[in-house]
Each structure stands twice: as C-alpha cells, then as structure tokens.
C-alpha cells in the first residue's frame, strides 16, 4: 500500500504511477464499472462507516480515473447505477426517535456521488441491539418492502433472462 500512497501523492507519479501501485484499485475500479447495480451491507461503526469500506472507498476514489477535480468540486466519470445500501445500527440514527448522529450516510453519499454513483437507496435496519431474535425476520421484511427497485433497469447484454438460460445460439 505504501506505492499506492507514492502513486497518488503528485501529479508526476499519478501521471507515471510506480509499476503494481494501483493494480487492487483498478482492479475495484474495473469490478465497479461492471455492475449493472451496486449492493452495500455495512454496519454503522461509531457514527460511521467501518475501516473495511472505507479502506475499498479510498481505492475506488481516484482523481484522473473516477472522477475529475473541478473549481466547482469533484465531478464523476463514472457511469451512474443504482446503488442500494444496507445499513445495520444498533442504535436509532433517523426518523423521530433518532438518538445518535449519523455520519454514515452522507459521508457515504458525497463520496459515492463523487465519482457519479448518484442513484442511491439507503435501507436502515435500526436498533439491532434491542432487537429480539424472534423479530428480526419481521424487521428484515420491513427493510426489504422499503427497496424501491424502480430504479433498476434492464442488465446489460440481458433480454429476456440469464446468458445461461437465453437461445441466442
């Protein structure tokens, strides 16, 4: 990670990055720019996001490649998909009874929209800690009925079912 670091320190080195120094965050790049739709499950650690997800943001985050720096701010170069983000808190972060911050969700938000992930769902599964075992098949219907997949359009290269299944010859 260390190149990494090196490799985006100066536009000389992003320009001639060391050989190797972004191979994982082209890689997740690449995996990003495939998806048809986008699926995030994270816990709210904190307030915040967990070192995991923020460790693959800074890898997916990368001013030349998915986005450009602008007088006006940060534009994205990224084809816009819909992003659906679950979040777990044991806690209540929104709504009327919220009893802590959240900062997950527009650090999340901003950093997504950043580089042109605009189209995003968050689906909060809140108080998980009071949470009796017997309700939670109950709260996982409940976060399920909010998705709105409205905004999921037809997968690339797909008609009328899987690849697997089509009688394209």
Known sequence: MADYAVALSTP???AAPPKGSLDVSEALIQEVEAADVIVIG???HNFAIPSALKAWID?????GRTMKSTPA???GMLRDRPVFIGVAS???FSG???NQPDFLTPYLSLALS???LKTQQFLPLQATAFLDWNEAPLARKKVLAAL????VREPRGMRSGPAALSSTG
């Not at 890898?59 to 001013?63: A, E, G, S, Y």
């Not at 709105?148 to 905004?151: E, G």
Request: hydrophobic share 45%; aromatic share 0%; charged share 20%.
């Open 12 to 14: 000389t080195t992003l």
């Open 42 to 44: 994270t816990p709210m």
């Open 59 to 63: 890898q997916i985050l990368r001013v």
């Open 73 to 75: 701010g940060k534009v």
């Open 90 to 92: 044991g806690a209540i």
């Open 96 to 98: 009327e009874r919220a």
């Open 114 to 116: 950043s580089i042109g």
């Open 148 to 151: 709105d997949l409205s905004v």
